[in-house]
């Protein structure tokens, strides 16, 4: 049995070196192009590293106003379209989580049914919309559109973490002269920062990596975002293929740190959120 289970742990190693390569070259590839002239990145045959690697490419990005302010279109719509959700999901699963009301398993469905359509098939509508209140090339009307399809998992999530929260909780707050709106806010909020560190994770993704609707409700270059800003790269008769491999890494760097730096709650938040009372 043991050089079976050896071989059977040698495979299973095996196997995940090969898809980590798999994964991790084209990253690495990415990285290494970044530092390279553009003429060098199509060189044949290919190198991983050139003798002229420099920060050309991430100088040309931190120099031009325009490229920077595609990086800060990008925080302010991912930074409040996480708040927004948040703020909305915390309230709308609580109430799903802790009262029963009328017409609450059609609301359920309801917002269950969003997450099932393809955002691709609301574009239309969605224009026709934005431009008839006139939110047209404005941060509003990212921020909102996004909302739209992030509040359905919020709210889904949160409501499965709640449910894992003991009512008693919030009757002992109540017993204590504490009101709902105090019990969420002060206690079952605290306790449930997994929960919320995850769902803020997803829906900072969501928005930060966002292309389609971002292309279609904008129309000038100062409302645009990193992902608008890297498509802008493809000239009509160049590519700035250096430029675009750092703006993808510049872009990749914030969902990076802040799974690094909240995994644990990450994981846990969508663990326990998958458990029902």
């Not at 398993?105 to 574009?123: E, K």
């Not at 709640?162 to 002269?177: H, K, Y």
């Not at 709106?181 to 306790?191: D, E, M, S």
């Not at 930060?208 to 645009?224: D, I, Y």
Request: net charge positive; proline share 5%.
């Amino acid at each position: 049995m043991k050089p079976k289970k050896l071989a059977q742990k040698t495979g299973v190693m095996i196997a995940l070196i090969a898809g980590a390569c798999f994964a991790g070259l084209p990253v690495v590839w990415m990285v290494s192009s970044s530092f390279k002239p553009n003429t060098q990145i199509f060189a044949y045959p290919p190198h991983l590293f050139e003798s002229d690697m420099s920060w050309t490419a991430y100088a040309a990005i931190f120099t031009d106003p325009e490229k920077v302010r595609f990086f800060l279109n990008s925080y302010l719509v991912a930074l409040s379209v996480t708040a927004g959700t948040l703020f909305v999901g915390i309230m709308g699963a609580y109430a799903f989580s802790r009262w029963e009301f009328r017409g609450k398993r059609v609301l359920n469905t309801l917002i269950i049914s969003v997450q099932a359509i393809p955002p691709i098939t609301l574009l239309i509508p969605y224009f026709g919309l934005i431009v008839a209140l006139g939110l047209y090339n404005t941060y509003w009307a990212l921020i909102l559109t996004y909302m739209v399809f992030t509040l359905p998992y919020a709210i889904l999530m949160l409501t499965g973490y709640f449910n894992t929260i003991p009512r008693a909780l919030d009757e002992a707050v109540m017993i204590d002269g504490a009101n709902r709106f105090k019990a969420l806010w002060q206690v079952i909020v605290p306790v449930s920062i997994p929960g919320l560190v995850s769902v803020a994770i997803y829906t900072f993704m969501q928005a930060w990596n966002e292309f389609l609707f971002a292309l279609t409700l904008t129309k000038t270059n100062n409302m645009r975002t990193v992902p608008i800003g890297i498509q802008l790269l493809m000239g009509q008769h160049n590519y700035e293929w250096n430029q675009m491999m750092a703006m993808s890494i510049l872009g990749c760097l914030p969902v990076l740190i802040l799974f690094l730096f909240f995994q644990r709650y990450f994981i846990g938040g969508m663990t326990a959120g998958a458990v029902k009372n």
